[in-house]
């Protein structure tokens, strides 16, 4: 991990925003994005910083030692449960997955289904959620390139050794084969939004 995503990490798991932290460490709320972002990898203030999020400073500026502990409660915060943290999922479209290499995705992400290959289950016009942290197992849903490119929606399934395949749901699509087809798997499934009715 880098700076800011320690930084990040130690102030998500203190139930702090970002203004909550650039308060407490003495610093304006744009200098903490910046230092989230990578955008600046050093600066004079790490051990407010540090002092803020209640981690040691070596292990916020060089990740030195081991992960602090979680479970003490953040500065002025009665317990854990005080302060709520909300997190929104990006939207994306298939264009912007298209043209974004595998690690530049975000984590999770959420996209609109375009076409009718994993019809019925998932029809077209439902949005989907994948994470890219997550390991495919078979029968997952993933979301693939191909060597052309082109980014689809299919059922993992284990194949020969070395190999595995990608499934639709409708049988009007053709499998297709990892080797073949030269597949990339992005993410993987892990919500369908909707109504079960």
Known sequence: MTLGQRLQHARKMRHMTQAQLAEAA???????????????????????????????????????????????????????????????????TW???????RDKLPPVFRVQ?????????????????????????????????DSTGGVCFRYYRAGRPGCWEAHAENAAYAPLDSQRDGLEILAVLTAVEGRWS
Request: proline share 10%; glycine share 8%.
């Open 113 to 145: 289904i375009d076409d009718a290959a994993m019809a019925p289950r998932v029809p077209s016009g439902a949005w989907v959620q994948f994470d890219r942290r997550v390991t495919p197992r078979p029968g997952d849903g993933v979301l693939l390139r």
């Open 95 to 101: 264009e912007q997955i298209q043209m974004t290499d």
């Open 26 to 92: 003495e610093l304006g709320q744009p200098a903490v994005s910046k230092i989230e972002k990578g955008d600046t990898q050093e600066t004079p203030a790490i051990a407010r910083l540090a002092a803020a999020v209640q981690v040691p400073t070596a292990w916020l500026e060089r990740g030195l030692g081991p992960e602090p502990n979680w479970s003490s409660p953040a500065v002025g915060v009665a317990h854990s449960v005080s302060q709520l943290v909300v997190e929104t999922v990006p939207t994306m």
